[in-house]
């Protein structure tokens, strides 16, 4: 979420359902007060104060801009803080009965890490905290001010190894005992990684591990690019929420399944290995057919002598048809025609060009737009996107004219005459405004609320326009204006430059599945794939985005060709429970990948972010 007001995260927390923010901005430092607000699904929240604040009556009071990992846990109907000190070998106990007013309890000495108090729980009647530092451990309390620490460290990392540090981030009593969240944070040669796990351990033995996982539940990759920092966690049921601030100031979050697996490791103490065992745990991929690519150039063709890409497809009555770009002997895109009826193997394939788009030289009016696609310097119909909406295929492309000017053009045929052959298309209309460079513009393939539906931009913030009629768009008086500056985004790493939305949204029961091209701003050669689920009712609002390209150019077909380093999807259809997702390899060649749809939605949801979204 945008940060405003500069808020500083300090810390979450749990209880009784209901999960909780601390949080220290400008007014709070002004103040020695801290902001606290609440949520039910750890997503949304609302503020509960801006005025928080903890009193000492034995001392000055702490200031919050210097503390971490606030956490709170409830005893009873008292509630109880736990703060950690930072750059001092102290945690920090207050109590209060409403979240708001805080009395200081005690300083613990000798605690090198943050704590967590284990809510409305005791062992051998005395309270229980779960502390970090350079290990896990667990203290016990009859009193909440005088802390006994248990005699063996619960886990214990190797120092010699790494520089590394514990963070207890959430403790829950569940159905089989007593389950730890930690994170261990390394920060090697000047890289900086977090790696998330969980332990059980018994209820009526808290110090007795049940097990521990093996591998991360989640990791970072390298945080000194992102300047990511984690400041808080909450455990729900089936997923965890972890918290994390960037260096620009702003906040958001990500939700992670997981699973227990009845195989992890069980053991009583493992303080003698390292907890940074590297993971090789899969994440959310597409999977070349083996047969890649299913279409090439043809010499004998003279339109398509030279390259044939960026395919976009759609499915009826059991055929997907597919609709690419293709370049010959002068270099200008125009449009080829393939179907399959598995998704693989073309069936049918024309020997000329559907469709070509009549250039005309650009209004020198308007400022000249620096351009080159492909092998493409000389204008046409570049990387279409097509949907079948009431009977009828429309298709939305970016329209060339070879002199710079690069905007979005629509038209449309009926789907009979498409299955007929005869090319009848409507007149082609330009719907992005003159003078502007636009690029991939895609139709949601049903209409939504009864209106035709256009994404036009996907970042800084998604864009789409309504029409009850596309005729409304008659590339004269009206367009659809846009933001196309795709600015960098710090707070990402593979996808920090986005690109463009890849094909039409597809309807899924959890959403619209969107894949998207996107590439590292420090290697902005390589296009990469991403793929992210929008609310089915409303598209603008983003449930889940991958954290990992799902597709990028490692085979030869994807490197050879007019641009290496480019995977280029304009395609996607789901048929058979499969999603099949058409790319174009290097700038060159018609590919396919596909993945199980029911797995790969799982994964996303599984491993993909969510944008924080709060109300004030």
């Known amino acids: 979420m945008e940060n405003k007001k500069h808020m500083q995260g300090l810390g979450s927390a749990r209880i009784d359902k209901r999960s909780y923010l601390f949080l220290c901005g400008e007014e709070d430092l002004a103040h020695g007060t801290f902001t606290v607000r609440e949520s039910e699904d750890g997503i949304n929240f609302t503020a509960l104060t801006q005025n928080a604040k903890v009193v000492n009556i034995n001392g000055p009071a702490d200031e919050f801009d210097q ?6 846990s409830k005893d009873g109907k008292m509630y109880y803080l736990t703060y950690q000190i930072c750059d001092e070998e102290r945690l920090s106990v207050a109590r209060s009965r409403n979240l708001i007013d805080w009395e200081k309890v005690t300083d613990v000495e000798g605690i090198k890490g943050n704590g967590k108090i284990v809510s409305d729980y005791w062992y051998a009647g005395r309270n229980v905290m779960f ?57 090697e040669r000047c890289v900086i990684q977090y790696k998330i796990y969980g332990a059980l351990f018994e209820y009526g033995d808290p110090t007795k591990m049940i097990w521990c996982s093996q591998e991360p539940i989640y990791e970072t990759q390298n945080t000194k690019n992102n300047c990511s920092t984690l400041f808080g966690a909450v455990v729900f049921d089936e997923y965890f929420i972890s918290y994390w601030m960037n260096d620009a100031g702003e906040m958001f979050l990500l939700r992670h399944f997981y699973h227990h697996k009845e195989d992890e490791i069980a ?15 899969p994440f959310l991929v597409l999977e070349r057919v083996e047969s890649n690519p299913i279409l090439e150039p043809q010499h004998f063709c003279a339109w398509e002598s030279k390259a044939t890409y960026n395919p976009t497809a759609f499915e009826h009555d059991g055929v997907i048809h597919i609709i690419y770009r293709a370049e010959g002997h002068d270099m200008i895109s125009v449009l080829g025609y393939a179907a399959t009826t598995d998704g693989v193997t073309i ?29 493409n310097n000389y204008g046409g119909c570049e990387d279409p996107r097509a949907v079948l909406i009431d009977g009828v295929v429309y298709i939305t492309y970016t329209a060339f004219d070879g002199w710079g000017s690069v905007r979005v053009a629509l038209t449309s045929i009926d789907l009979e005459d498409l299955k007929n052959k005869i090319w009848s298309w409507k007149k082609t209309v330009l719907i992005s405004p003159p003078g502007e460079m636009n690029k991939n ?15 036009h931009s996907f970042y800084p913030k998604i864009l789409i326009d309504y029409f009850d009629d596309l005729d409304e768009l008659d590339g004269s008086k009206r367009f659809i204006k846009s933001n196309n500056t795709r600015p ?17 949204p597809l309807r899924t029961e959890d959403g619209w599945l969107v894949f998207y091209h996107a590439m590292n701003c420090k290697n902005p050669d390589r296009y990469k794939v991403g793929a992210l689920l929008l609310d089915i009712n409303d598209p603008t609002k983003v449930l889940y985005r991958s954290s990992a390209p799902i597709l990028e150019p490692q085979e030869t077909y994807e490197n050879d060709g007019h641009k290496w380093g480019v995977v280029y999807c304009c395609g996607a259809v789901i048929k058979d429970e499969q999603v099949l997702v058409y790319y174009g ?32």
């Open 441 to 455: 513009w895609v139709i949601f393939p049903e209409k939504i609320d009864g209106k035709f539906a256009i994404m």
């Open 67 to 72: 503390c971490g990992f606030l956490s709170a």
């Open 131 to 187: 502390t970090g530092g350079d290990a896990i451990r667990a203290h016990v309390s009859s009193d909440m001010q005088r802390w006994t620490r248990a005699k063996k460290d619960l886990i214990a990392i190797n120092l010699n190894e790494f520089q590394m540090e514990l963070f207890v981030l959430d403790v829950q009593i569940v159905d089989d005992g007593v389950f730890v969240m930690y994170a261990a944070k390394t920060n």
């Open 267 to 281: 053991r009583e103490n493992i303080a003698d290995e390292s907890v940074t065992q590297e993971t090789n745990r």
């Open 488 to 504: 960098i985004d710090p707070t990402r790493t593979w996808d920090s430059w986005f690109r463009g939305v890849g094909p039409a």
């Open 347 to 375: 069936e049918d394939r024309l020997p000329y060009c559907i469709y070509r788009r009549i250039i005309k030289p650009a209004n020198t009016n308007f400022p000249r737009v620096p351009y080159t696609s492909g092998g």
């Open 585 to 616: 390899g290097s700038d060159k060649f018609v590919c396919v990948a596909t993945a199980p749809l029911r797995e790969f939605l799982d994964d996303l949801k599984r491993t993909g972010e969510v944008k924080m979204h709060t109300k004030h």
